[in-house]
């Protein structure tokens, strides 16, 4: 909860922006984030596998054989190959290239709700103008994380809807692919939904936008809250 409050002005201008506008949306919203990112704690995709974790866990299961599995996974004697395990895992599919396009890796997971491939890339460049495609790690960027995983929630995969039914297990098959986490993410929604959290609350927290006295000085972007110098 304490992060949610640290930063309600980019809660409350993505809440704004994409209509996840009431208690139960911003519950399941919040929720499904909490689960992904480790309670927002991380904006990457941990591909830190074992063999048997890769031979058991899906896409990598169906693109790694077990020697590749052997020689890419964390053993005792290596360290996880992480880029190769995305390169392999992720190659040809969600419109990302092959194997040595790099692809992969370059569009992995990245952001609250873990964002992964080069067409769900584009499309959150095409919808928002952040060119996550030329630079991914923009999504590491707290503003962006948040913006990219409401757009994710309320546009792309249209969830507001499922949110006011309170369907969770359908809401959580539509950011995961499946049911990965379920309990997790159910005991995640009951504490935001104890919390009551509103737009009207954000409001209250948000604190006031920087008031310069001079544009030709600053310029302020709510994306990227930081004073830049005219040149």
């Known amino acids: 909860m304490s992060f949610i409050l640290d930063n309600s002005r980019i809660f409350l201008n993505a809440f704004t922006k994409y209509g996840v506008n009431t208690p139960l949306r911003i519950a399941h919203f919040l929720a499904q984030l909490a689960h992904e990112s480790g309670n ?16 058991s866990t899906s896409p990598f299961n169906s693109r790694l054989t077990i020697a590749e599995a052997q020689k890419y996974g964390r053993t005792a004697d290596h360290k996880a ?7 392999i895992g992720y190659a ?19 952001g609250f709700i873990q964002l992964t491939g080069k067409a769900n890339y584009e499309a959150y460049k095409r919808y928002s103008g952040h060119d996550v495609v030329g630079n991914p790690d923009l999504l590491f960027q707290t503003a962006i994380a948040v913006d990219s995983a409401a757009w994710f929630f309320a546009i792309y ?3 507001n809807p499922l949110a006011d039914a309170n369907l969770m297990t359908a809401i959580t098959i539509k950011v995961n692919g499946k049911t ?10 009951k504490h935001y939904a104890a919390q009551n959290i509103s737009v009207e609350l954000l409001k209250k927290k948000a604190k006031p936008l920087p008031n310069f ?5 600053y310029a302020w972007n709510w994306l990227t809250p930081y004073k830049y110098k005219n040149t």
């Open 40 to 55: 927002f704690t991380r904006m990457v995709e941990n591909l830190n596998y074992t063999p048997k974790g890769l031979l």
């Open 81 to 87: 190959n992480q880029q190769m395990i995305a390169n």
């Open 92 to 110: 040809n599919k969600n419109g990302n290239g092959n194997i040595a396009s790099g692809d992969g890796w370059r569009y992995r997971g990245r």
């Open 157 to 159: 995969k249209k969830l």
């Open 180 to 189: 990965n986490g379920l309990d997790d993410r159910i005991k995640k929604f």
């Open 213 to 217: 006295s001079s544009v030709r000085t």
